[in-house]
């Protein structure tokens, strides 16, 4: 990873796409400061699209996009995309499963409640209710019973990941970078080659691995250290700041570059 600062003149100019993980890459220890959502804002009226891309709750997500200044969501890591309708009040709902979506969590359930038979210490996020494709297991300090958690998911045919707040578990083969390719295709008309020139994504987690690893223009803001080693592949640069700080840092070097661009 190379300091953001450091990338070569202008090499974010074709940059139309900004897609960034949520939790402690737009927020900092669970708050959204004031100067990253005005970051959020100022991309998008330099024209740049902007989707979080968040192992986040259907609920957490319905708000964003209907409230933020982000052009939609992606979120329970790939099990759905919310964004707004055109006149601005309504809001489109798009699963990965389709109309099939309703009837995911009653079995969901049915596994989780199996897993906590089995590991008694096992307990739901205090989200889960507001989830609608997906099972969120609260972390813990003992790092033995979150791999048994994940063990257990894995057991039940479940795709599993942990990210800085959740033990992850969900049906089907998908992860944030499958919904991201399937979102640009479909409601973007992107394919993967122009996603590569046009793409930035930012995160800090090891479910942010598969972005990291496909895209070319990966930034990781600073609290990624605390991760690097388990991951595939490191973002290709690294902000100075944790967190919002560091997505503000990536957000500016977009805007300048863009910037930059136009008047050249």
Same mark, same amino acid.
């Given at each position: 990873? #190379? ?12 940059? !139309?796409?900004?897609?960034?993980? $949520?939790?402690?890459?737009? #927020?900092? %220890? ?25 192992? &986040? ?6 708000? $964003?996009?209907? $409230?933020?200044?982000?052009? @939609? ?5 790939g099990g759905l995309f919310f964004y707004r309708d055109?006149?601005?009040? @309504? ?7 389709? /109309? ?9 359930? &049915? /596994?989780? %409640?199996?897993?906590? !038979?089995?590991?008694?210490?096992? !307990? ?14 609260? !972390? ?16 039940? *045919?479940?795709? /599993?990941?942990? %990210?800085?707040?959740?033990?992850? @578990?969900?049906?089907? *083969?998908?992860?944030k970078l499958a919904a991201a390719r399937k979102v ?8 993967? =080659?122009l996603a590569q020139q046009s793409l930035l994504y ?8 598969? $972005? ?7 930034? @990781? ?12 592949? =490191? ?10 700080? *560091? ?5 500016? &070097? ?5 910037? +930059?661009?136009?008047? +050249?």
């Open positions: 990873m #190379t300091p953001i600062q450091e990338r070569p003149a202008g090499l974010f100019s074709s940059v !139309r796409f900004v897609l960034t993980d $949520m939790d402690e890459t737009l #927020t900092f %220890n669970g708050r959204l400061a004031a100067e990253t959502y005005s970051a959020l804002e100022r991309l998008q009226h330099a024209g740049v699209t902007v989707i979080p891309v968040t192992a &986040a709750p259907a609920g957490w997500c319905d708000q $964003m996009a209907r $409230m933020w200044p982000v052009d @939609g969501v992606i979120g329970e890591n055109k006149d601005g009040h @309504g809001l489109n709902r798009t699963f990965w499963h389709g /109309t099939k979506a309703a009837d995911m969590m009653p079995q969901l359930l &049915a /596994t989780a %409640n199996d897993i906590m !038979r089995q590991i008694p210490q096992a !307990r739901f996020a205090d989200d889960q209710t507001f989830r609608l494709t997906s099972l969120a297991f609260a !972390r813990s300090a003992d790092a033995g019973l979150e791999r048994d958690i994940a063990a257990a998911l894995a057991a039940a *045919g479940l795709t /599993t990941t942990i %990210n800085n707040l959740w033990i992850l @578990g969900w049906t089907g *083969g998908y992860d640009l295709s479909e409601h973007y008309g992107i394919d993967d =080659a930012s995160g800090d987690s090891l479910n942010d691995a598969p $972005m990291f690893v496909h895209y070319r223009h990966t930034v @990781g803001v600073s609290t990624i250290r605390q991760c690097l080693t388990q991951l595939p592949k =490191a973002p290709a640069w690294i902000t100075e700041g944790p967190g919002g700080a *560091g997505f503000v840092e990536a957000a500016q &070097a977009v805007l300048n570059d863009i910037g +930059a661009n136009k008047r +050249a």
